[in-house]
């Protein structure tokens, strides 16, 4: 039996970027709205989600009201490091099963804020703060072709498990998606 009580409590999360800049993962506000529309009409974004052709701002705020109402989920917006209170990404948690305190994790980068780091320091900050709260396995599933999606979770200390074969239907496809864990005792 664990500690593990769901929903988890709702508030902002805060850590330190690599460089000593502030990271900081809060709850969203309306005028997340427009970078959640970048990001969803990004190729890259596109590509490896199901958002759709022409993403909109009503599209967004259905999104964020979804989450907001969803019993097992959570929604962090992850700060913009350069223009603070501006829109850097998501990270999405899904409880999985509450008597194995194990959750699922998901996360989308701005587009203009990739490969630098930033989310999987969101990742490692957000593992820091589901383990302080009786969490015992977080897990990510990801595209194998999303190398970026798969480099974050190994370089947030998650260790790859294997390959669920075809575990998703996405735009008329079979895929396969890798799946990552990282356990309350993992370093």
């Given amino acids: ?6 929903p988890l409590p709702s508030a902002d999360v805060v850590g330190d970027l690599p460089g000593g800049a502030v990271l900081r993962l809060r709850a969203p506000v309306d005028t997340d709205l427009e970078g959640l529309v970048v990001s969803g009409r990004d190729a890259g974004s596109r590509r490896f989600t199901g958002f759709p052709e022409n993403y909109t701002r009503r599209d967004a705020a ?10 097992g989920a959570m929604l962090w917006i992850v700060d913009d490091p350069d223009r603070q209170g501006g829109f850097g ?13 194990t959750v699922e994790l998901g996360y989308t980068t701005a587009p203009h804020l990739r490969g ?18 009786g969490v015992h396995r977080v897990q990510i599933r990801a595209n194998p ?3 970026a999606s798969c480099k974050v979770a ?13 575990a998703e239907f996405l735009r008329g496809e079979w895929n396969d998606l890798d799946i990552f864990s990282r356990l309350e005792g993992d370093v």
């Fill in 1 to 6: 039996m664990t500690g593990f009580v769901w």
């Fill in 62 to 71: 259905l999104f964020l009201r979804t989450m907001m109402h969803d019993p």
């Fill in 89 to 101: 990404g998501t990270v999405e948690l899904r409880l999985v099963e509450l008597n194995s305190a």
């Fill in 116 to 133: 630098r780091g930033l989310m999987t320091a969101s990742v490692r900050l957000i593992c820091e703060y589901l383990f302080d709260y």
């Fill in 145 to 147: 072709e999303n190398l």
């Fill in 154 to 166: 190994l370089s947030a200390g998650f260790h790859r498990e294997g390959t669920l074969r075809d």
